[in-house]
């Protein structure tokens, strides 16, 4: 019978067991940074959408009525724009009904 309590590690056995550990290591932090990358670029595009919409109803409302909406909440009721008050804040400012309002759009934190 051999005797395996006396078998000694060497250096190339703890090669063969860090290597692939050390790989898979990289892998998944490389997956997690990309979902976390992805997420960032979809929030983004998301702001812009909803600028863009924003932007887009206010000017169908100055062509329809004369007049550009006194806030987002006449353009909701009005022209049927949604958008999610929990995660996003809106700066509506308006200077006068016939000047073009300033529309910024902020994710909530």
């Not at 490389?30 to 812009?48: D, M, P």
């Not at 959408?49 to 007049?67: D, F, H, K, M, P």
């Not at 400012?93 to 016939?98: I, L, Y």
Request: net charge neutral.
């Amino acid at each position: 019978m051999k005797n395996l309590h006396n078998k000694k590690y060497s250096g190339s056995t703890l090669k063969e067991v860090a290597v692939p550990v050390l790989t898979f290591v990289a892998i998944v932090v490389l997956f997690v940074l990309g979902i976390q990358y992805i997420g960032r670029a979809g929030n983004k595009q998301n702001l812009e959408l909803l600028r863009q919409s924003l932007n887009r109803t206010a000017v169908e409302c100055y062509s329809i009525e004369g007049l550009y909406p006194p806030n987002v909440e006449y353009m909701e009721e009005n022209y049927g724009l949604t958008y999610d008050h929990d995660k996003y804040w809106v700066m509506y400012d308006t200077f006068a009904s016939n000047i073009m309002p300033t529309i910024e759009v902020y994710e909530k934190r």
